[in-house]
């Protein structure tokens, strides 16, 4: 309609068109429209949570022992997809819920539309099984049932007792995601999948009442679960079998196998190289128990005060700080199981995600 053109008054002509482009309102006005839909799928899948992911696998990987290689960032990449489609999978199982309870979400505010959501949940939940299967097999055979149980929660098991299990169900899975592609296996990483899984259902059980308030049991239970949990982490263990532990010692059947040793060195000069070893690998564990205890506090403090806060006080503001900062203290947590299993570089590599992940928090809610 040529009255009223914003762009080019009543006349519509090709000066007034160019007048807009040369002002740069038509080429403003696009960029705020992608702006916009980029931050409406920033907020649909919480972004700033992608960074209490690719602990999973890493610390899957360090249970086992091994250092994280090719197939273990296969399955970080799986990973990511596979979070990012329960995201949007659970918007679009709660579009009506959020409609009443919260209004501003993507899809009520109807700044991202139902069918986009459910296409990008399922395109992402391809993309991370495929992902997954090029790590291998055993990585595909924990991917396909932690994507099921994403979607089993998000469709039916949410709104029931059993919610808070599944969610820290597919935690636990996730970590073994990254042993089973790294190595293969996932025996020596259950303990640890289990301590994460535990801390996932606390911060689920709050979760369910971020909307509206509740009891302050909830968020007391999640702060003993805390507690319990960073006993429990900080614990001395033995080393793993293989990769971050002190070295083995020879024994008399393996130097009977190796044959005779070349005369390269004396005896004194063998028992020195041998004190150097017992050192290094002594001071080596003693750095790991140290940061072990240094990232249990950081998890402790990082999740402790607010879950007390929305325990004085379970309003839905306090509750939903205290549920955020259970999923920040993700990351420290996953680097405490990874600095327990000698893998100190990896831990470090785990723990320098969370300022990263507390920055983009403050752009963008995670819950």
Same mark, same amino acid.
């Given at each position: 309609?040529?009255?009223?053109?914003?762009?080019?008054?009543?006349?519509?002509?090709?000066?007034?068109?160019?007048?807009?482009?040369?002002?740069?309102?038509?080429?403003?006005?696009?960029?705020?429209?992608?702006?916009?839909?980029?931050?409406?799928?920033?907020?649909?899948?919480?972004?700033?949570?992608?960074?209490?992911?690719?602990?999973?696998?890493?610390?899957?990987?360090?249970?086992?022992?091994?250092?994280?290689?090719?197939?273990?960032?296969?399955?970080?990449?799986?990973?990511?997809?596979?979070?990012?489609?329960?995201?949007?999978?659970?918007?679009?199982?709660?579009?009506?819920?959020?409609?009443?309870?919260?209004?501003?979400?993507?899809?009520?505010?109807?700044?991202?539309?139902?069918?986009?959501?459910?296409?990008?949940?399922?395109?992402?939940?391809?993309?991370?099984?495929?992902?997954?299967?090029?790590?291998?097999?055993?990585?595909?055979?924990?991917?396909?049932?932690?994507?099921?149980?994403?979607?089993?929660?998000?469709?039916?098991?949410?709104?029931?007792?059993?919610?808070?299990?599944?969610?820290?169900?597919?935690?636990?899975?996730?970590?073994?995601?990254?042993?089973?592609?790294?190595?293969?296996?996932?025996?020596?990483?259950?303990?640890?999948?289990?301590?994460?899984?535990?801390?996932?259902?606390?911060?689920?059980?709050?979760?369910?009442?971020?909307?509206?308030?509740?009891?302050?049991?909830?968020?007391?239970?999640?702060?003993?679960?805390?507690?319990?949990?960073?006993?429990?982490?900080?614990?001395?263990?033995?080393?793993?079998?293989?990769?971050?532990?002190?070295?083995?010692?020879?024994?008399?059947?393996?130097?009977?196998?190796?044959?005779?040793?070349?005369?390269?060195?004396?005896?004194?000069?063998?028992?020195?190289?041998?004190?150097?070893?017992?050192? &290094? !690998?002594? =001071?080596?564990?003693?750095?790991? $128990? %140290? #940061?072990?205890? /240094? *990232?249990?506090?950081?998890? @402790?403090?990082? +999740?402790?005060?607010?879950?007390?806060?929305?325990?004085?006080?379970?309003?839905?503001?306090?509750?939903?700080?205290?549920?955020?900062?259970?999923?920040?203290?993700?990351?420290?947590?996953?680097?405490?199981? &990874? !600095?327990? =299993?000698?893998?100190?570089?990896? $831990? %470090? #590599?785990?723990? /320098? *995600?969370?300022?990263?992940? @507390?920055?983009? +928090?403050?752009?963008?809610?995670?819950?």
């Amino acid at each position: 309609m040529v009255t009223g053109n914003p762009v080019g008054g009543a006349s519509g002509s090709d000066g007034g068109v160019a007048s807009g482009v040369a002002d740069g309102t038509a080429p403003c006005s696009c960029a705020g429209r992608r702006s916009r839909r980029s931050r409406a799928w920033a907020e649909l899948l919480r972004l700033p949570a992608l960074f209490s992911v690719p602990g999973d696998a890493l610390a899957g990987a360090a249970a086992t022992g091994s250092a994280p290689g090719s197939r273990t960032l296969l399955a970080i990449g799986s990973s990511l997809c596979l979070y990012e489609a329960g995201m949007a999978l659970n918007d679009w199982a709660d579009r009506d819920i959020d409609a009443v309870e919260r209004p501003h979400r993507p899809l009520p505010s109807g700044r991202v539309r139902p069918a986009a959501a459910l296409t990008a949940a399922c395109a992402l939940t391809g993309a991370g099984l495929a992902l997954a299967a090029r790590a291998g097999r055993p990585a595909l055979a924990v991917a396909a049932p932690l994507a099921a149980t994403v979607w089993a929660y998000d469709l039916g098991l949410k709104h029931t007792p059993a919610g808070p299990v599944a969610m820290g169900a597919a935690r636990g899975l996730d970590l073994l995601l990254g042993a089973a592609a790294t190595t293969g296996r996932v025996r020596p990483a259950l303990p640890s999948a289990a301590l994460l899984g535990t801390h996932t259902l606390a911060v689920t059980t709050v979760s369910r009442q971020e909307a509206r308030g509740g009891s302050p049991l909830t968020p007391l239970a999640a702060l003993a679960t805390t507690a319990l949990l960073t006993r429990q982490v900080t614990r001395r263990s033995a080393p793993p079998a293989r990769g971050h532990g002190a070295p083995a010692k020879d024994t008399g059947t393996a130097s009977a196998l190796m044959g005779p040793r070349r005369p390269t060195r004396n005896s004194g000069q063998e028992s020195a190289a041998d004190s150097g070893q017992e050192f &290094a !690998a002594d =001071s080596g564990q003693e750095f790991a $128990a %140290l #940061l072990t205890t /240094a *990232l249990g506090a950081a998890y @402790a403090g990082t +999740a402790a005060r607010p879950y007390f806060h929305a325990a004085l006080n379970p309003s839905p503001p306090l509750t939903q700080r205290a549920v955020g900062a259970g999923i920040r203290a993700t990351i420290p947590l996953q680097a405490t199981l &990874a !600095a327990r =299993s000698r893998g100190t570089a990896t $831990a %470090l #590599l785990i723990a /320098a *995600l969370a300022p990263l992940g @507390a920055r983009f +928090a403050k752009k963008v809610s995670v819950t």
